[in-house]
């Protein structure tokens, strides 16, 4: 199948899986999908490791210095969770269509390990995030899982080996050794790692830089450097966005006040959550809450959700 006639393909079967605006949910607790039919201004977002394919416009992700695209031609795979600027293209003609697909680390870490110990690897940097080509034997891998998932018995027999598939061509793609060094337990960006999810789990406790640093072995000078040599960010500043990305999920998804939102992620002064969540969202918490209620409809999804916290 030619590649334009493949993508054909993805696009009326992306349409037919997500018919409206919003998130998707399939049978794979891992795998949504995301429609949007209008264009989407640069807006401050929280990417948990995971994956998005493109099938249909395209998105920008600014983080650091570096641009990355991801669009019908490449895809995005990041290996920590990171907070960054995101905008999207899209109409109602040609509407956003995308896949995401949170990684199961479980199954992706087995994977690159049995990589790495097959193909005798050469060193590769680590990296947070990347953006990458989407060859054709990923493309024909993404078709035969859109196909899978339009029936409710190959979905739940079918669909589940082929997201696998997909981490397999992500790990051996052109940037994969990239990807499976950042997922290494060893070495400075393993601890790293680490601290993030740490941070992501008990983002309302009194974390301290002094108190991180110590929890994975390093003196506060050598954390911090390696801190923001893999997120791009202090610490402080770090938990900072964590906790203000999900005080806006609390209010969106759970209905929750400033107030509330504001002691659950762990300040203890609501002016000066009011005066960063305006620093960072350009709006107050109402504004930017009422702001996302009228422009996107966001389905409230089962479980603990952070990444894509808004489109």
């Not at 108190?211 to 954390?223: Q, Y």
């Amino acid at each position: 199948m030619e590649r334009i006639e493949r993508q054909e393909k993805m696009i009326a079967l992306m349409k037919r899986l997500a018919p409206q605006e919003g998130y998707t949910l399939t049978v794979l607790p891992d795998v949504r999908f995301l429609r949007s039919d209008r264009p989407l201004p640069s807006t401050p977002v929280l990417y948990e490791p995971g994956i998005v394919i493109v099938c249909q416009g395209s998105k920008r992700g600014y983080w650091a210095d570096k641009v990355y695209l991801y669009d019908e031609q490449h895809y995005l795979a990041v290996s920590v969770p990171l907070p960054f600027t995101m905008e999207t293209d899209a109409s109602a003609v040609e509407p956003l269509l995308a896949i995401y697909l949170t990684i199961d680390f479980t199954v992706l870490a087995k994977l690159a390990l049995e990589l790495d110990e097959l193909a005798n690897s050469a060193y590769a940097k680590p990296a947070g995030m990347v953006s990458t080509p989407m060859d054709d034997a990923l493309s024909q891998t993404v078709l035969r899982l859109l196909e899978a998932l339009t029936s409710p018995v190959e979905s739940r027999l079918l669909a589940p080996a082929i997201v696998r598939e997909i981490y397999y061509r992500v790990l051996t793609g052109e940037q994969g050794a990239s990807m499976r060094a950042a997922l290494a337990s060893h070495g400075q960006f393993g601890k790293i790692a680490k601290t993030v999810r740490r941070i992501h789990a008990t983002f309302g406790d009194r974390l301290t830089v002094e108190r991180l640093a110590g929890e994975v072995g390093m003196s506060v000078p050598t954390f911090h450097a390696h801190f923001r040599m893999v997120t791009h960010s202090s610490p402080m500043q770090y938990l900072k966005s964590v906790r203000l990305h999900q005080a806006r999920l609390l209010m969106l998804r759970e209905d929750k006040t400033a107030a509330a939102a504001c002691l659950e992620v762990g300040y203890e002064s609501a002016s000066q959550f009011s005066r960063e969540f305006k620093r960072l969202f350009g709006r107050s918490p109402g504004e930017e809450v009422a702001r996302l209620k009228s422009s996107f409809a966001m389905p409230r999804l089962p479980g603990k959700q952070v990444w894509v916290a808004s489109h």
